[in-house]
């Protein structure tokens, strides 16, 4: 749990492809920022300069081959490097962090959509994230169809994960829904399929409620796990 003479606060942004969450993040960090809060944006995989290195290959899908285990495993060990070297040294300056993906997309795309044992995937959590879970984890929900189109709208090359077919995406998007459900103390769904300034809107409310008021009135996150 986050302490309660900390300022700083973690948030995380999740959803399928093309939800919105770069942009989001994006929009919060300035918002936060105008209130004179230090804000680190970050992702995964990535955020780090070894974990980005890992990024080329997870993405590529050059660790494809090795199966959905060690695909877990590696995003996992880019996410350790990424709480060492970039999330608990912002956390602990009273920094706010956000961060578009973390723990639930592996729990989706490698849990859910990849049938790894959902042990080993507490197990990782554990191991690499321990105590410092996320206070908010903003989880972007649209349809499929409407994510996707944005993606390819975009023009950009697409990912190993974008190129699975359209079954697929809904799977994700029950996933993530259940995760939502099934934790509401940190997990808020957001309806993404509106426009991003009434997403960002919706995103600062909840912001204000579940964590901005808190720590004014000097309460820990109610979020902390
Ligand atoms: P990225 O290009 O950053 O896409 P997006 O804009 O959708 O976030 O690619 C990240 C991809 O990595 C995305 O398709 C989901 C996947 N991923 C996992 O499968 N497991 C993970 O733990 C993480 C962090 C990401």
Excluded at 49 to 54: I, K, L, N
Excluded at 142 to 167: K, S
Aim: glycine share 8%; with cysteine.
């Amino acid at each position: 749990m986050r302490s309660m003479t900390t300022t700083g606060r973690f948030i995380t942004f999740e959803g399928g492809e093309g939800a919105g969450k770069t942009t989001q993040v994006r929009r919060l960090a300035e918002r936060l920022r105008l209130l004179g809060r230090e804000v680190v944006e970050t992702r995964e995989p990535g955020g780090s300069p070894g974990a980005e290195a890992m990024r080329h290959i997870l993405l590529k899908g050059i660790a494809k081959p090795l199966g959905t285990e060690a695909e877990a495993m590696l995003f996992a060990a880019a996410r350790d490097d990424h709480m060492v070297t970039t999330i608990r040294p912002a956390l602990a300056r009273g920094s706010w962090v956000l961060c578009d993906r973390f723990i639930d997309s592996t729990r989706v795309y490698q849990g859910a959509l990849g049938n790894v044992d959902p042990r080993l995937i507490r197990e990782l959590e554990h191991v690499v994230v321990g105590t410092d879970m996320p206070d908010l984890t903003l989880v972007l929900d649209v349809p499929p169809e409407t994510g996707l189109a944005r993606v390819h709208a975009r023009g950009e090359a697409t990912n190993r994960f974008e190129e699975e077919n359209l079954q697929y995406h809904r799977e994700l998007r029950t996933a993530y829904r259940e995760i939502a459900e099934g934790e509401p103390e940190r997990c808020l769904l957001i309806d993404a399929s509106q426009s991003p300034e009434v997403v960002a809107v919706r995103i600062w409310m909840a912001v204000q409620e579940r964590l901005l008021r808190p720590l004014r009135e000097g309460q820990a996150p109610r979020a902390a796990g």
